[in-house]
């Protein structure tokens, strides 16, 4: 790091590859906010800020995790005893406290600002989120300084705390992947809300026509059971379509008329079944649309961006490899200052930046064309492969683990139908002691494990065991967490609660018999591979429960309680619903869970109506619509999409699987995919991250009508020589188990080193 402090006061000019790194680096998330020339303060300034950019995300998430520890706002007008409320049981901070940890996470988030500031320079633009996270950041400052010197109620008089509300902004302003996400979801908002408008519509409409038509039943008039006024009959009509209440809010019209069947029957037909459809087609249809804009977007940028980085580094139309081998160094450690000798010089650097450009076909030349750049940096910008990993071959000591696994799980299951069946109808705790043979049967087990991990781990080595498949770090710890509990239990006898965390352990070990399943294996991968694409909307729909648990905790708060007259004798009270509340963050997260469930949300929105009246059920309405009409709407479709476009292609990988296990394991080091007919080099890396993926499912129908999917081809092409030619390295395997590398060989190096030379 020697010279590296010294460039942040150095004002001379950067040089181009300096530039055209971080002109990449932004190529990877599609942006052209950058300059094509800059100072070397504005450069370290950058990397500074991309170093920290997980620090700086771990710090907005602690910032929103506050909430579920400080003390409520309604706690400065208490008007009940504390015992009469029904709070979460996390532990409360004061009110200074969190003040004082706010001002820190708001300084962290002000040095964010300061580092963005400075690190895009003339590029530097704040768009309206931005405006927003500052002006938040403001009044949040404000109203924690007033509660931590001055005022507990903060910078507006009473029990309402700005800050809290600020919260929500300022993770968003800092946040630009979830920026995105949430500008998709609302751009694309327009396309469905005329559904919305129509289901709204709809519900009006069989408002009137009830109250009419049920006027003289037992579900009309002053007397009535759901129609007796028209905001009584707007929320029989808006809960039957949920259809929590049917068939009950049916039945006292029913038993008088049997004809009343058929408002029932056509409503809940054209608002569930084809309306709540509609507008599930609907809104996928206009996220879709938003996505694919995204993704071309993102495309045209990337494109843009590296066309910027070429120019900075190319000579008379193209890049010397002399200049890519100084770009690929600063690539992988811009903080330091490299020389061309310095870079001439690392064999590590040599051999990795030979594979990049064998992986494209450039080996035999002595620079790089745009396109080449091109197909290079698409390598660089998706990262995210799977690495390449043997067929499932299982060896005799994996069967004789696995059947002694099935053996513990079997005397487990027994030892619990002890445990539960007792003669006097009390659990036995006697039966999980370490005194009998249960423990020491079961300990058997857990000795045997261990030593077959341990044994791994000889002829491994910790570092190749660590790295390679999950399923070794995943045995370690519940191996590890076994033996370690089986000790304290059999030195602590008393603690029941032990023999329970045991039987837990033990039960959690049961997926690796489910691997040789092929229906359970194949269902696992899906799920793994499908999870990145959803991830930024689960999140999404996190944020939506915090912002409304906010509202909730901040309006609601405190009226829930035992003592509330208003409550008395409703259902509410009679179904112990008292502990469903917005006393505090962690009950308000809970409450809403159960009304996104739908399952009994009527009665836990009527009790709010008892308290604050008829406006209290624009927050639930609200609610519904934003996380049940729209948001799981979104991720169920999208979750249907992209599991059709990963499941097209199990039969080729199975296909490809049984071809590789009749296959002999031969080195193919620094041999390219062409020259060998080794069915092991034709592996097809494909790439799950949600960049690709996305773009897979948004992108088929263009690949499928041009002909070709060269750019993927590419991709593909690329990988298998990025991820199978790479040296060896000790703490960074190449391979999973039993599939022992060959690569870092002399003539690997020798070939390199001849085309750097030639």
């Not at 003390?71 to 409360?92: M, Q, R, S, W």
């Not at 739908?598 to 934003?626: E, K, P, R, T």
């Not at 990963?646 to 080091?669: H, I, V, W, Y």
Request: glycine share 4%.
């Amino acid at each position: 790091m020697d010279g590296v402090e010294s460039d942040v006061w150095d004002d001379g000019e950067a040089l181009p590859v300096e530039v055209a790194v971080i002109w990449i680096r932004k190529a990877k998330f599609g942006s052209v906010k950058w300059v094509s020339s800059c100072s070397k303060s504005q450069v370290w300034w950058y990397n500074i800020r991309h170093r920290l950019r997980y620090l700086t995300k771990l710090c907005n998430y602690l910032f929103l995790l506050t909430a579920f520890f400080e003390t409520p706002a309604y706690f400065t007008n208490l008007k009940v005893n504390v015992e009469d409320l029904e709070l979460f049981g996390l532990p409360i901070l004061s009110a200074v406290t969190t003040a004082i940890i706010d001002i820190f996470f708001m300084f962290v988030l002000f040095f964010y600002y300061v580092m963005r500031w400075k690190s895009l320079g003339k590029a530097h633009r704040l768009g309206i989120w931005h405006i927003l996270g500052l002006l938040a950041l403001t009044l949040s400052f404000v109203d924690s300084v007033i509660v931590v010197f001055f005022y507990r109620g903060g910078l507006v008089p009473g029990s309402f705390r700005i800050s809290r509300f600020c919260r929500p902004v300022l993770f968003m302003s800092t946040s630009s992947q979830f920026r995105q996400t949430m500008n998709q979801v609302l751009w694309s908002s327009r396309k469905f809300a005329s559904v919305i408008w129509y289901l709204a519509l709809s519900v009006f409409v069989f408002t009137w026509i009830g109250i009419v038509v049920f006027s003289q039943t037992g579900l009309g008039g002053k007397t009535g059971n759901g129609f007796q006024s028209w905001p009584n009959s707007l929320g029989t009509v808006w809960v039957t379509m949920t259809t929590v209440n049917y068939p009950d809010v049916m039945l006292p019209g029913y038993t008088d008329n049997r004809f009343c069947f058929a408002f029932f029957f056509i409503y809940l037909v054209w608002s569930v079944y084809f309306l709540q459809n509609l507008l599930l087609a609907k809104v996928y249809d206009a996220y879709k649309e938003q996505l694919t804009m995204s993704v071309n977007l993102k495309q045209a940028r990337r494109a843009e961006a590296t066309d910027e980085a070429f120019m900075l580094l190319a000579v008379n139309g193209a890049i010397p490899v002399q200049m890519w081998l100084l770009f690929f160094k600063y690539y992988r450690d811009p903080l330091k200052k490299h020389t061309l000798e310095e870079v001439m010089e690392d064999s590590d650097n040599v051999n990795r930046s030979a594979h990049f450009l064998r992986a494209v076909g450039v080996d035999q030349q002595q620079s790089l064309s745009r396109t080449d750049f091109h197909n290079v940096v698409q390598v660089f910008c998706d990262t995210q492969f799977v690495r390449v990993r043997p067929p499932l071959v299982f060896s005799i000591v994996d069967n004789v683990v696995d059947c002694a696994l099935v053996a513990d799980l079997i005397i487990t299951f027994a030892q619990t139908l002890y445990f539960i069946q007792s003669s006097d109808g009390r659990f036995s705790q006697i039966t999980l002691s370490p005194h009998k043979a249960w423990f020491w049967v079961l300990f058997g087990f857990t000795v045997f494990f261990c030593l077959e991990v341990a044994h791994r781990i000889r002829v491994k080595g910790f570092a190749y065991f660590w790295r390679a498949k999950f399923q070794n770090r995943y045995d370690f710890f519940t191996v590890l967490g076994l033996l370690i509990i089986s000790l304290i239990f059999f030195f602590k006898p008393e603690s029941t609660v032990l023999g329970r965390i045991l039987i837990l352990v033990r039960i959690l070990r049961y997926q690796r018999i489910l691997v040789h399943i092929r229906p359970f294996r194949n269902l696992a991968k899906l799920v793994f591979k499908i999870v990145p694409s959803y991830w930024n909307l689960s999140l999404l729909l996190c944020y939506v429960y915090y912002v409304f648990t906010t509202f909730g905790v901040q309006f609601f708060g405190g009226k829930i309680n035992s003592q509330n007259p208003a409550l008395k004798d409703s259902p509410f009270v009679q179904n112990a619903y008292l502990t469903l509340n917005f006393n505090d963050f962690g009950s308000g997260f809970v409450t809403l869970f159960c009304l996104m469930v739908v399952n009994n949300w009527n009665v836990v929105a009527n009790g709010y109506l008892l308290i604050m009246g008829d406006a209290a059920c624009l927050f639930f309405v609200s609610f519904f619509v934003v996380v049940n009409l729209i948001s799981l709407n979104i991720l169920v479709a999208l979750i249907i999409d992209c599991s059709t476009t990963l499941s097209s292609g199990n039969d080729t990988n199975e296909a490809s699987d049984s071809l590789l296990r009749a296959t002999p394991n031969t080195s193919f080091a620094g041999r390219s995919l062409e020259e060998s007919n080794n069915p092991r080099q034709k592996l097809k890396i494909r790439n799950y991250s949600q960049r690709m993926l996305l773009h897979r499912v948004l992108t088929e129908d263009d690949e499928e009508t041009s002909g070709g999917d060269g750019r993927m081809q590419i991709l593909r092409h690329a990988s298998r020589h990025v991820l199978s030619n790479r040296p060896a390295r000790s703490s960074e395997p190449n391979f999973e188990d039993d599939w022992p590398s060959e690569l870092d060989t002399a003539d690997s190096e020798a070939a390199d080193t001849n085309w750097l030379q030639d």
